[in-house]
């Protein structure tokens, strides 16, 4: 997404570092109750949420006093839908979230939910009984048959140098280990895909992963194409918030919310009108900032863009020309007037 912000647009949505104090502030929204306690939002337990877009938001840096000039915000909004029609398309309510804090909560969440499965998956392979010989071979041949051989089984490299990939390692910008022959340092982080509907790996020439590079260099240094460059890291799938639990037939008698969804749902701004008719007190606070963040982030496209600026266009062009001619009537009446007072127009 690549075209300058409205400079209007961005004062009033997001000229402020995504980990600045005041940017938090503004982020954070969790309402308070009348009773001075926190909003109860156990409620959340029956939804899932659904990743729907990434925005960059350039803005000036005015922390400190500093000169440092246009900083890059990375923001995520997702959605929460009701877990029974989640899948149907389902339009919920809307949700805005810093970048990195999304992309660290959905990787702990799939790591855990990974162990959850393989931990099932593994006690109803029956490989723990005396008519087994080799039990691992046994797990690993039930891994295999249910497709989940690469998620629950540890690959087994020959080559004790060879680099091995670890998401985990890449969640924050962080630097590669390779300098250029001029000095130029080389960093990896999460970024916005270019149409915003992914959350991708980049390289990137800064320290904050702001300003881009080509994925070459990673290749280059590690042997491989860089993971993730074009797939999505997050799901783009449902996401329940009821906690799993390998102890009580796959859920806690008492539901518990994932951690994903309560860090998500706790420090994020939130529109909640599509949920109005389900809650009793839908928080609101946020709506604005969210839509005002849509079209003040890089290459923001709206539905049929180029049907409304074509509108824009010519509306303006229209009203302009009106405003024209509506002077020149006016300034012909004015010298109308003038004349009709002049001593030469006595009759």
């Not at 909003?39 to 959340?44: A, F, G, L, V």
């Not at 797939?231 to 799938?237: P, Q």
């Not at 539905?303 to 001619?325: E, N, R």
Request: proline share 2%; glycine share 6%; aromatic share 10%.
């Amino acid at each position: 997404m690549k075209f300058t912000i409205l400079s209007a647009l961005l004062t009033a949505a997001s000229a402020l570092k995504s980990n600045s104090p005041s940017a938090k502030s503004m982020v954070s929204n969790s309402r308070r109750a009348e009773d001075g306690g926190d909003y109860d939002y156990s409620w959340i337990v029956d939804y899932s949420l659904v990743f729907d877009s990434c925005y960059v938001v350039d803005s000036y840096n005015f922390e400190d006093g500093d000169d440092n000039g246009i900083v890059s915000t990375s923001l995520v909004k997702y959605k929460m839908c009701e877990t029974n029609n989640c899948m149907t398309g389902c339009t919920g309510a809307e949700y805005l979230v810093p970048m990195d804090q999304f992309v660290n909560s959905f990787t702990e969440w799939q790591m855990n939910d990974q162990e959850y499965q393989c931990e099932q998956k593994r006690e109803s392979c029956g490989c723990d009984n005396d008519q087994v010989d080799d039990e691992d071979a046994c797990e690993a041949q039930c891994y295999q048959a249910a497709g989940m051989y690469d998620m629950c089984v540890e690959a087994e490299d020959g080559d004790d140098d060879a680099y091995v990939f670890d998401l985990q390692d890449w969640m924050e910008c962080t630097e590669i280990d390779y300098e250029s022959d001029d000095g130029t340092q080389y960093y990896v982080g999460p970024k916005c895909s270019s149409n915003g509907e992914k959350i991708n790996l980049g390289v990137f020439r800064d320290e904050y992963c702001t300003e881009a590079h080509d994925d070459g260099v990673f290749n280059d240094v590690y042997g491989m194409s860089l993971p993730y460059s074009s797939t999505n890291i997050v799901a783009e799938n449902c996401i329940s918030c009821t906690e799993a639990d390998a102890n009580n037939n796959g859920y806690y008698q008492d539901k518990e919310l994932t951690e994903i969804c309560d860090e998500s749902y706790a420090t994020s701004a939130k529109c909640e009108t599509n949920l109005a008719s389900n809650l009793a007190y839908p928080i609101e606070a946020g709506c604005e900032y969210i839509q005002r963040i849509e079209i003040s982030s890089r290459g923001y496209i709206a539905p049929s863009s180029a049907f409304a600026t074509t509108m824009a266009v010519i509306f303006g062009l229209a009203t302009s020309g009106l405003a024209f001619v509506a002077y020149k009537m006016h300034m012909a009446t004015k010298v109308r007037k003038i004349n009709l007072n002049d001593d030469s127009a006595v009759v």
